[in-house]
């Protein structure tokens, strides 16, 4: 992942160079491949490249034109022989900037909605006098602005921003929602300092400031086919593209290899293919696994190791088991709550297993669960049957959901109302959802965070296409690119949120992707003779749970302990009185449920008290 940053300020300024020069430094330590720096009247752009791929280094950035124009791009464009044969481009090493650049000239804005792949860029149009800022539509990288009366800043990490050295104020709607454990969205920890959204691009021009939609997750029509084998061969088709696009020629990858479904057909399709081409055992892909023995629904262990096993490589392991919990601050290079004390000794664990390899990528499994019907959910399918009407195939797989679940049809049928009724219209965030601990003055609605695809035009859609779109965004909020780490920032990568891929996967019906007893069905049909049968036949997953309950059980002293003189109190988020109570007296049950935003809650506490 390439770092990209930049100033546009209000007028022309004979120390912009200067200051492209202090940006740059606060990255300085992720910058291995060198700094470049590009000025253009009142816009001043800086590239630090990180290559990964073989066209990566073909870059030349901040990359201008005849046009007085000027682009940074970080990532990779997957469909760059389309583009250069729609743009008519005859130089076939042309480099993604190149591409992009070209692209906007000839489109214009609607140029974004042509990429496909991992990006975020920032782009200067001399002749609009406007600023675009944009990214993927997954958010694969980061990027994050600030509008102040002098400038804008942009940059791919939050150092960019602090740079300067000054105190930055909390962002209190940002801290509430992480404390109830909701999305965050487009905020951050620091007030004024903001994220493109995914799928989103910025455009500024002059005190006019518009976000616009280029990609949308709501797919109104869906994929019809003869049979499942169709489905299943479709799917298995742009599966094996999407693996190597993210795994063909460049810097050395590891991939995370868990017991589940998601990581080990990544692995095993990576190996087939390479297989196919003549590779040996020592030629594919390095995993990393992850495992906690004291987790008794977590045993992973019996399940990563039949990969290994067919694959005959072994992998990294790493133990991570959570028995004991650090309530102490963290080190201030933390930028983003989440991290304790403890953190920069576990980067280091971390470090020390694979510094051998020089890995630069991370191959990650997210999005496998939510996009291919992990969860045995009915009720989207059966929605959708009331609102084609279609009451006979409505009642026919009901009563065959309802046997599998061994659940009374009529509960089934009501189910699925609840499940409609909470689609039509978006529903207002309840108080006695919030933790007891959350002053009243600070609860919010839960549709002032929602993405604009989501907060309009709901009628009209199926339910299964919004509730797509729900599970996508809050998706998005998992990936782990977004919280940074600070010894090494690799590149993540994820196959599952491929554009095509994507774009197949919310358009085939939900009776294809999972049917009654029989989750990931078109996936296990797939990706049979390539993935061991116990792991396609493996039960769902568990979570990681025990764990946390007995810590927060047996700590909880020591966390009540902590909100003595609390920053989150002194700042008018939470009641601590509330808080302690809630702790002490907390049943099985409620652990349960406050479990998540209680841990949020020590967290933001730790974070805040953590010495600059």
Known sequence: MSIIFGVCKSQLDPELGRHLARLALATQQYA????????????????????????????????????????????????????????????????????????????????????????????????????????????????????????????????????????????????????????????????????????????????????????????????????????????????????????????????????????????????????????????????????????????????????????????????????????????????????????????????????????????SGIGGDELLGGPPNPFPELADYIFEGRLGTLFSQAFSWSLASRSPLIYTLARTAGFVRKLYPSPSWRSNDNPPWILKSQRIRTRSLEPDELRYARFGCLPSALDNCITWWNMLETLPHRYQTVLHRREYRYPYLDRDLVDYLLRVPRDRLLKPGRRRFMMRNALRGIVPVEILERRRKAFVARNSKISFSRDREKIATLFENSQLSKANLIDVDRLRSALMRANSEQIREWLVPMFRTVQLELWLRRKL
């Open 32 to 363: 291995h491949d060198g700094t470049f720096f590009g000025v253009t009247g009142r816009v001043g752009m800086g590239f630090q490249p990180y290559h990964t791929d073989e066209h990566s280094k073909l870059e030349e950035q901040p990359l201008g034109n005849h046009q007085k124009g000027m682009i940074v791009f970080d990532g990779r464009l997957d469909n760059r022989k389309y583009l250069l044969e729609q743009l008519e481009v005859e130089d076939r090493n042309a480099s993604d900037s190149r591409i992009a650049l070209t692209a906007f000239h000839r489109w214009g804005e609607t140029c974004f909605s042509h990429f496909v792949g991992d990006w975020a860029l920032a782009l200067w149009s001399q002749g609009e006098n406007a600023l675009y800022l944009a990214r993927d539509h997954a958010g694969t990288r980061n990027l994050y602005y600030e509008i102040t009366s002098e400038a804008i800043i942009w940059g791919t990490y939050l150092e960019t921003f602090l740079a300067d050295g000054r105190m930055r104020d909390l962002d209190r709607a940002y801290a509430v929602r992480y404390l109830i454990a909701q999305p965050t969205r487009d905020s951050t920890p620091y007030l004024g300092i903001r994220s493109i959204s995914p799928a989103h691009y910025l455009k500024i021009r002059g005190q006019e400031v518009r976000q616009k939609l280029h990609w949308s997750s709501k797919a109104r029509k869906k994929i019809h086919y003869r049979n499942d084998e169709e489905y299943a061969d479709h799917f298995l088709s742009l599966f094996k593209q999407s693996v190597m696009r993210r795994t063909g020629p460049g810097a050395p990858v590891l991939a995370e290899l868990s017991g589940g479904m998601d990581s080990s057909a990544i692995v095993c399709t990576s190996d087939y293919m390479r297989k196919q081409l003549g590779a040996s055992s020592s030629d594919l892909l390095d995993t990393i696994s992850y495992y906690d023995d004291s987790e008794p629904e977590w045993n992973e262990k019996p399940f990563f190791t039949v990969v290994e096993r067919q694959r005959a490589k072994k992998g990294f392991h790493i133990d991570v088991s959570r028995a004991e919990d650090c309530y102490e601050a963290p080190d201030p290079v933390y930028l983003q709550p989440g991290a304790d004390a403890s953190a920069l000794c576990k980067e280091k664990a971390f470090e020390e297993q694979i510094e051998k390899g020089d890995y630069k990528v991370i191959l």
